[in-house]
Every structure is written in C-alpha cells, then in structure tokens.
C-alpha cells in the first residue's frame, strides 16, 4: 500500500527527544484495513519512507487511534529538519519478514 501525506514534524519529550511525522486521519484508516497483515507486534507497523532524498526504513507507532511515522536522527539531520517543519512523506506499508526473507510492500 503505498501513500503520499504531507505532515509537521514533532517533538515527544522523555528521557531523550524523539522526533515523528503524524500520519494524517485519512492515511492511518488505510493503514489498519492492513496492520493486521503487516504488524509484528504491539500494533507497529513496518514501512519504507521517503522524506525528499532521503529513504528509510522503520515502524509506525499507534497513537490515539492514528499513528506516529517516526524520524530518526540519521534521516533527519541531514535533512535539517526541526521540531514545525513542514515534509512530504511517501510511504509504503510492508507485510513481516517470513523465513527470513526481507519484507514485501502491501
């Protein structure tokens, strides 16, 4: 399942800062028509991103019936994106590794 969204990146204060992407309403109701097919657990979802040049790889996180695209360092300073940025995402939802084998794209 692939998707384009854009969103405002923010910050989640705890013990250290994290950085996420808010996946807009209409994009989280598409993704839990499939989590079941694609999460490995505690209701993450497994996906492949890109944020302008950047690619990446990693799990959306369930957050008040919506989900949280989250932005590491390593993709998000070399991008110098900030805590009120504005980014376009693209994103491809992936069913779980069987046998070893790397994830397919819904």
Same mark, same amino acid.
């Given at each position: 399942?692939?998707?384009?969204?854009?969103?405002?990146?923010?910050?989640?204060?705890g013990p250290a800062p994290?950085?996420?992407?808010?996946?807009?309403? &209409?994009? $989280?109701?598409?993704? %839990?028509?499939?989590?079941? +097919?694609?999460?490995?657990?505690?209701? /993450?979802?497994?996906?492949?991103?890109r944020i302008g040049e950047?690619?990446? &790889?990693? $799990?959306?996180?369930? %957050?008040?019936?919506?989900? +949280?695209?989250?932005?590491?360092?390593? /993709?998000?300073?070399?991008?110098?994106?900030?805590?009120?940025?504005?980014?376009?995402?693209?994103?491809?939802? %992936?069913?779980?590794?069987?046998?070893?084998?790397?994830?397919?794209?819904?």
């Amino acid at each position: 399942m692939d998707m384009v969204f854009a969103g405002r990146v923010i910050e989640w204060r705890g013990p250290a800062p994290y950085y996420f992407v808010p996946v807009p309403e &209409e994009q $989280s109701a598409d993704v %839990r028509q499939v989590a079941a +097919l694609a999460t490995y657990g505690w209701g /993450v979802v497994p996906v492949e991103a890109r944020i302008g040049e950047a690619v990446f &790889e990693t $799990s959306l996180f369930p %957050r008040d019936g919506g989900y +949280l695209l989250p932005l590491k360092n390593a /993709v998000r300073n070399p991008l110098g994106l900030v805590a009120g940025d504005d980014v376009t995402v693209e994103m491809s939802v %992936r069913t779980t590794a069987v046998n070893g084998r790397r994830a397919q794209r819904l």
